[in-house]
């Protein structure tokens, strides 16, 4: 290496592409936990020091350390290569896995704990341990898979995966943000569609502003100004005094308690672990394409264990490597960016300016990120794939829907479980259309996976293979891992449920069953399956 080399490389180890890109990731990072906590504290009604003072603190740690791990990693690819304009591979939490947490996990845990007789101050305690015990789920998986990352990437396809995220981005990242938006419609839609003028048709702002910057300055300023006038009607609050909220993020056994009640969960915990392995594999081959040859397995085992130890002390989100580097590193972003961010969001979660920022920054001005995110995320999954997959892809949304309307309905059985008290019959009409639309969206993620595999076997015309898909998807029917046929999602052994709620397993296992053998006579009549059309 010439020795002007690393002089070179400290010169540029924090620029003005280093700034653009602490923006960039602070505020998506800051957006997510904004989210996390609305969902949890203004949606649900989950104590706001457990948020801020307890799960803050453990998930922004995993921030952290990730950072600090990809800038080390940067520095060593800089100094074996000689070269100064590698760019650290960005880590920040994971927008749909964190926003499902909120949403299908940690919400109706609480509410179901409330609805069981807990006070708010107890039920918030066990919702935290099951946070805390789903991440350290979430980070053992990661961390076995990370070193079967090429078998994982070959046994789901592309069209599954990306499938199956591009529907959590797009009912649950993108349509529930943008009714937040619409409940006040003049600080959210003005800052959307500078998001969508900036980041979509790519426009410049003026003074070369950062869109998400410039979305937030416009939506912070109209809700600032326009609320104290009365403009915004009840969509304005004024903000809350400043408060240090400290909240060390030490380790604890506290997820132990957790992992019991993890199990109703598992469908929907595990398929993020998954996720995130493939996502860190295809980002990293991203990466690559752009000039920064990173190890696969270190990439993944970094994120393995910021997750791990996130959970361990506290935190609630996983962590992962953002698809973006070839952007920021486009935009200038070396080495420094990564630091910074790691070091702004994991002390900010220890010394509580985060909870603060949070609570000043309205969903209404944070949404707008969530949905463009959630609109790059669904249209990649269609950029990804062969144009044949299309369908594939769109029949994957569907269980994701499901799941979203059960949602807005109340989620019954959870929020309020006389309601699910007919789950099993309507009169003459059999299942009822509430029922149904409960046990589509359950395990949905897995179901998602299952539905565009089959879907892509047929294109290819290994209708065996599709036969075999579908078969499994009955086994994950019968125990429950998808369109389980308890309120909450839980799997079980279908022996011991009541004759009601076994009769309906029968019934959708029966359903894959009989397509199963469909397919499998349709691949005997074609003669040879890997030929069949």
Known sequence: MPASAPLAQRRRAFGGGDLNGVLGLVVDNLSILAFLATALVGIFGM?????????????????????????????????????????????????????????????????????????????????????????????????????????????????????????????????????????????????????????????????????????GVVAVALYYVLGPLGVLGTGYHAPAPWTWRLGFPWPSLAFIAGLPATVPYLPLILPFGLLMVVGGINV??????????????????????????????????????????????????????????????????????????????PVAVLAPILVFVAIGITVQAFEAVPLRYAAAVVFSFFPAIARMLAIKLGDPGIVDPARFGSLYADGAHGVSELAVIVILGNGFIITSMVWASFVVAMIDGHVRKAAAIVALGAVLTAFGVIHSVQPIGAVYLPWLLDPGARALVWQFVGAYGALAVVLLLLSIRAGDARNAV
């Open 284 to 361: 990293t081959e991203s990466a690559r394409a752009a000039g920064d040859d990173y190890p696969t397995r270190d990439i993944l085992l970094v994120e393995a264990l910021a997750t791990l130890v996130a959970g361990v002390c506290g935190g609630v989100a996983q962590t992962t490597p953002y698809i973006g580097q070839p952007a920021y590193k486009a935009m200038g972003a070396r080495t420094g960016y990564t630091l910074v961010t790691g070091l702004v969001i994991g002390l900010g979660g220890v010394f509580g300016y985060l909870s603060n920022l949070v609570e000043l920054l």
């Open 47 to 215: 104590p706001a020091d457990i948020v801020f003072r307890r799960m803050f603190p453990g998930t922004a740690l995993g921030v952290l350390l990730g950072n600090l791990a990809y800038t080390w990693m940067a520095r060593r690819l800089a100094a074996k290569t000689g070269r100064a304009d590698v760019t650290a591979m960005p880590l920040g939490l994971d927008a749909p896995t964190s926003i499902a947490m909120a949403l299908l996990v940690l919400g109706p845990a609480f509410a179901g704990y409330r609805a069981a007789g807990l006070d708010p101050g107890a039920a918030g305690e066990a919702t935290w341990r099951l946070g805390m015990a789903s991440l350290v789920v979430m980070g053992v998986l990661k961390f076995v898979l990370s070193f079967f990352g090429a078998w994982v990437q070959r046994s789901v396809p592309r069209a599954g995966l990306l499938g199956s995220i591009a529907g959590i981005a797009l009912v649950l990242m993108g349509f529930l943000p943008l009714v937040e938006i619409m409940r006040v419609p003049v600080v959210g839609f003005a800052g959307l569609g500078i998001i969508l003028y900036a980041l979509v048709a790519k426009r410049r702002l003026p003074f070369g502003t950062p869109g998400v910057l410039g979305a």
